[in-house]
């Protein structure tokens, strides 16, 4: 199966159908702006990031063209600015990008910014990088980036003697507007809300690139309890008995092969449904702690194996109120040189958590109230947990502390927790045979979130 895809300048919108669904790696290079009198054009930058796309979804591609060089004024393909009409004032490179469902500006998901174009009548004659989620300067300081630049999605053009133009972008880089020549900036690139994403600045030479990866395409998957086997969906909901109805394998291979259930993202699996003006999340009456995940893998992948499985879950208000958080490892946090440590605990409402400190094991003490968690708790080997009593009472960090005459943070015993609950990711490990769903690990925190959905 063909796993890259790779687009080149062409002058003209690309349009692409996605072959397959799974998560795919978008990259985007700018081009170039224009050369002019031995000064160089700025080089495009670069922009990457991951998105799950479906089948069939269709999808536009643009590439930059590079900047035409000093002496022909031109726009360049996707918002390089035209330079000035002298023999020095070179044009600005377009941006590359990418849209989804139309062809608007507002559509485009990545950019790569395209680079300033070179004037050859100025000391600072090369041209602005293109971005970076900000592009390099024009000759007057002026720069594109997330909110502002010359146009959303076009480079600045000039008219003015050797004046350069600006590279395209999210936002287009400014034309240069000196009274004796100036370099056009760089366009910004944009990363939307794509996983995984970054962007470097000014590295591509020439016109631009868009690459398309699939990273990996989705697979079918049902729940295993015991010996029996469980779709959540409506079709197999007993209304009277309040359950889900155990399926037989041909049934799996029906819903698999017919109705596209391997294209269901499994952490939309609790996505309710309505019988007889009843609302049912599937979470409410499957108890997935106690189930395998099994995986079934696209038959365009039938000699590769399913190595690593990623759940986004996003938990209801409710899961979050009644979640249990508990450090795993055991905490010793005194040390010779920490006077009146104390834990400093950052939340939303810390009068609404609960804390348990047990000490080895041997007895808890428990508090409706974590305001305060002093020296005089602090003490032996220790384990901590937190119970959030309200939707609104996030834990958002937990710090050892010290405080003689000031407060100061113990920098090697800084616990952290960087999520709020939404988009944990839960990796499951290679050799893991049978996994609990409801067991999460994140960062120096190892916690459980309790029963997740289901109370």
Known sequence: MQKIFTFNYTGQAQTWITPYSGKYRLECWGAQGGNTGGYIGGYGGYAKGDINLIKGQKIYIYVGQKGTDGGYPAYAFNGGGYGASDTCGASGGGSSDIRVNATDLKNRIIVAGGGGGASGDTPLGNGGYGGGLI???????????????????????????????????????????????????????????????????????????????????????FFKKGEEYYLPIEKYFDTDAKKFKAVSLNDLRYE??????????????????????????????????????????????????????????IPTTKAISKANIKIKDMYTPYKNNIQNPFLNIEAANKANISYIINYENIYDIVNDDCSSIDKKLLKDNFYLSFKL?????????????SRDINYFKIEDDDLNISNDYINTQITFEKKCSETVINRITKQYFKYLNDNLDTF
């Open 135 to 221: 592009g390099g300067p024009s000759d007057n300081g002026r720069v594109a980036n997330q909110t502002s630049g010359a146009s959303f999605g076009i480079g600045g053009n000039s008219s003015n003697g050797d004046n350069a133009g600006g590279g395209g972008g999210y936002y287009g880089g400014y034309g240069a507007i000196g009274s004796t020549g100036g370099c056009g900036g760089g366009g910004s690139s944009y990363l939307g809300l794509l996983e995984n994403a970054s962007t470097v600045s000014g590295i591509n030479t020439g016109d631009g690139k868009v690459v398309i990866s699939l990273i990996y395409d989705e697979v079918a998957f």
């Open 256 to 313: 698999i092969n017919n109705n596209n259930y391997g294209n269901i993202s499994i952490y939309n699996i609790n996505e309710p449904f309505v019988i007889d003006s009843i609302v049912y999340n599937p979470l409410d009456y499957l108890d997935i702690s106690k189930c395998k995940i099994c995986v079934i893998p696209n038959s365009s992948r039938t000699n590769e194996y399913v190595k690593e499985l990623d759940i986004n879950y």
């Open 389 to 401: 009593n309200d939707v609104m009472s996030l834990l958002k960090s937990v710090s050892l502390c």
